[in-house]
């Protein structure tokens, strides 16, 4: 397949994200250097002007500020049914909580598919937008993202914190 891949580079305060579109979606936001990061080949041309990736630059700056807690970006990661049933799952697991892996595969329809879920999350290819690093193991302790252990930590303190104030908030 021949298919044209648009990105840029966005600075976050984790490190360098790859947003890659197809002009029409997001399809990818990669940690640099994360596991399965995608081989830049000749169809990957950079493209700042994309309006779709500088959407998701914004949203991503409003994320890390703690003012976004959803993303309404249109995305379009590639993979198998059962990677992309997933995938929804996660990103249904709402802002500031966690879901174990046995659970995500309770929702995905197959409870025995535990591993199989555990497979798909690491290879989701959207960070933060389908937010994996919600996903724990079953005795809440965290395993497993493909961005690595530290960045899952800061992720979820962020939401927390987001989440903590948030209820502070409605509580006032």
């Known amino acids: ?26 399809t990818g936001a990669w940690f640099d250097a994360q ?7 000749g169809r990957w041309q950079r493209r700042r002007n994309s309006a779709v990736l500088q959407r998701a630059a914004v949203m991503l700056d409003e994320y890390f500020a703690g003012t976004r807690t959803t993303f309404d970006i249109a995305l379009a990661p590639a993979g198998t049914p059962f990677q992309r049933a997933v995938w929804d799952q996660i990103r249904a697991v709402p802002y500031g909580e966690t879901v174990a892996y046995r659970d995500l595969a309770v929702r995905t329809g197959n409870a025995a598919a535990v591993r199989a879920a555990g497979a798909a999350t690491g290879r989701n290819p959207l960070s933060i937008f389908v937010p994996c690093h919600r996903i724990v193991g079953a005795d809440g302790t965290l395993t497993g993202y493909a961005g690595g252990l530290d960045r899952k930590r800061a992720l979820l303190a962020l939401e927390r914190e987001g989440a903590a104030l948030e209820a502070a908030r409605r509580a006032a």
């Open 1 to 26: 397949m021949n298919t044209v891949v648009y990105f840029d580079r966005f600075e976050s305060p984790l490190g360098t994200l790859l947003l890659a579109t197809d002009e029409s979606a997001l």
């Open 35 to 41: 596991r399965y990061f995608p081989l830049l080949d």
